[in-house]
Structures are given as C-alpha cells and as structure tokens.
C-alpha cells in the first residue's frame, strides 16, 4: 500500500495563475482533508470530505476549491493564485481516529 | 471554541537527555488527545493517542497521559536520541459530530550527540 501520495512535491507559481494539487489514498477511506501548514500556525484545515461526491469547508476555504468525484482521489484547486497561498499543503485521510496524511507539496506563489 | 497550546520551540537537548513537551487544551466535553510527529520532509505521523481522562498513550519511548483536570496532554520521554529530531503537534477531536482535528502550533525538538 502506498497510503497517502500528492503530487506534485514542489511547484512555483506567478501570482494569478491556477493549478490543481492531486491527493490519492489507496486505504478505501471515506473521510479526506486538505490542510495547509505556516510557520508558527500549526496546521490549519481546507476543506474536507465525508466521502465521495461532498465537499465541505474548514477554516481557511477563501481562494480554494475541491472535489471529491473519487473516493480515492481529492483534489485541491486554486484559481488565481496569490503571494497569501505560499505553504505547505498536506492531505490526509481518515478512518476514526488516526488521520493519515501524505509528504506534502510545497507551494510557491511570486 | 477548541484550542491547542504548545510551548514554543526550539527545544535543544543533548542525547540521553529527559524530554518534556507542554500541551494543554481548551476544549467543550471530552475530546480524545493526539501527538503527531513530523519528521523533516515528510507528513505527520500519528506517534501516540488517548481518548479519556487518565489514559496513558505511549509509543517508541514516548508517553503522554491524558490530565482532565489540568486540561493537559504533556509529552515525555526518559531518554532522547538524536532521531528524535524532528516537530511534536498536539492536537484534540472531538467525539461527537465531524472529526476534526484541531493542532496546536508545532514545538520542533533538536537532539545533538
């Protein structure tokens, strides 16, 4: 098993631009979640979802969007990015109560 | 609301040493407790858990006992190595409704030979 992949790993982004960052489990879990981590803040939640086809957000949804049209695949979009969107993402995956999370993707905005 | 605090880091010890790291929490009813590890360049890993009042979790060495009445969850270890290296999140879950965790801000611990 792989558990929890991203990809990519790292990417650069001039301010505007969008992309898409892929998150797969391999575990048949119901539950996903897309964080983001910030010096000094912790992890701070997305949005997440309660199992294929929904969608819900967390605390820091504003500039993001995703979907959830596989139970094995969540995907977490920015449309236009900005310099604010510069982190760490991390994805992770649930069955109650441990989360398992992927290496994460670390996101440059210029 | 749920909150997480954390001592802040670094924490710098020498190999051997006895290793605290402070958690309490804020949190309506009884949450169940976690502390996550996080090694360089890599996700968080689950390193230990406790879902009630006096549970004891413990894991590789480490140990964090759930304190409900000091709203507490400190992580201990006897004896650090120098893999030990690495970031210690604190975090609560609720164990009604939606399982959100909730992290405390990170303390990173640095272990020198």
């Known amino acids: 098993n792989a558990g929890v992949t991203q990809t990519p790993k790292f990417r650069v982004l001039k301010t505007g631009q969008s992309m898409t960052l892929l998150c797969a489990q391999d575990m048949n879990h119901e539950y996903m979640y897309w964080y983001r981590q910030d010096p000094g803040m912790g992890l701070r939640l997305i949005h997440y979802?309660?199992?294929?086809?929904?969608?819900a957000k967390g605390e820091v949804p504003d500039g993001y969007n995703v979907s959830r049209l596989k139970k094995q695949n969540f995907l977490l979009g920015l449309e236009s990015a900005a310099p604010s969107q510069t982190s760490v993402y991390f994805c992770?995956?649930?069955?109650?109560?441990?989360?398992?999370f992927g290496p994460g993707t670390r996101l440059t905005v210029l | 609301g749920n909150s997480v605090t954390q001592m802040e880091g670094p924490v710098t010890l020498s190999e051997e040493a006895f290793l605290t790291i402070n958690c309490t929490y804020t949190?309506?009813?009884?949450?169940?407790l976690f502390w996550y590890v996080q090694y360089p360049g890599e996700g968080l890993q689950l390193l230990l858990k406790a879902t009630k009042a006096d549970d004891k979790g413990s894991n590789k060495g480490f140990e964090a006992t759930y304190r409900k009445e000091t709203t507490s969850f400190h992580l201990e270890k006897g004896s650090v190595q120098v893999s030990d290296s690495a970031v210690y999140f604190c975090?609560?879950?609720?164990?009604?409704?939606?399982?959100?965790?909730?992290f405390g801000t990170g303390t990173r611990l640095l272990v020198s030979p």
């Open positions: 975090a609560l879950r609720k164990n009604t409704g939606f399982q959100k965790l909730v």
């Open positions: 992770a995956s649930s069955v109650p109560p441990e989360q398992f």
């Open positions: 979802s309660v199992g294929e086809g929904t969608t």
């Open positions: 949190a309506t009813g009884y949450p169940s």
